[in-house]
């Protein structure tokens, strides 16, 4: 449970998004908002909380770090959300949210908008609605079939107009359901387009 609640504010962009599996979660700035988005769309991602530890300092006050971030395969990220023009002002956090998350077998991060605001953030806006969309099995197993045969040689577009008999509306849909639960793999730290080119992926999270 967080150590402290997000107050409304009136001055900062402050709300709630929803977290597939997981109760939704609070933000308190639009950068914070989207680091929420461009975790749960990376792969072996499990589950994240705001507000989660507090952490004593040297000078006896205490800092609360952002976010913790569990991950299937590896050990939790505590996470320190900030723009990178004003993370030299946290300075004396660094060295006791380091030291803290080590005893627990965490790492701490502080991650800035030069990490967040990519292309890999536009194509979670774009794809993550899709992952509530279920699909029709036929055209899944059609467009996994391709993908597995051509292996890394085939673009979305030609995979697509591969799927005959079946109509387009129907197709495009499922198409980026198993993109966007990582059955179909492409490069997502670039715009994702037709002219992407799709591969087997080794593994998927939950639909």
Not at 99 to 119: K, M, Q
Not at 166 to 182: D, E, I, N, Q, Y
């Amino acid at each position: 449970m967080p150590v402290r609640t997000i107050p409304r504010s009136y001055r900062n962009v402050t709300g709630r998004i929803a977290v597939a599996g997981s109760r939704s979660v609070a933000f308190e700035s639009p950068l914070e908002r989207d680091f929420i988005l461009i975790s749960q769309f990376t792969p072996g991602f499990a589950g994240i909380e705001e507000q989660p530890v507090a952490i004593r300092l040297p000078n006896g006050r205490r800092y609360t770090p952002d976010f913790l971030v569990t991950w299937a395969r590896r050990q939790p990220d505590l996470v320190e959300v900030k723009p990178a023009d004003k993370v030299s002002a946290m300075a004396d956090k660094l060295v006791p949210a380091q030291d803290y998350a080590e005893e627990r077998g965490w790492r701490f991060l502080v991650v800035t908008d030069l990490n967040i605001r990519t292309p890999r953030l536009s194509n979670a806006r774009f794809l993550l609605p899709f992952r509530c969309h279920t699909p029709d099995n036929r055209i899944v197993a059609r467009l996994l079939s391709i993908v597995e045969k051509a292996g890394s040689g085939i673009t979305l577009g030609n995979l697509i107009g591969t799927v005959d008999g079946m109509p387009r509306g129907l197709c495009l849909p499922a198409l980026w359901h198993l993109v966007s639960t990582f059955r179909i793999a492409v490069d997502l730290d670039a715009p994702v387009t037709m002219a992407s080119v799709a591969a087997p992926h080794s593994g998927a999270v939950p639909a």
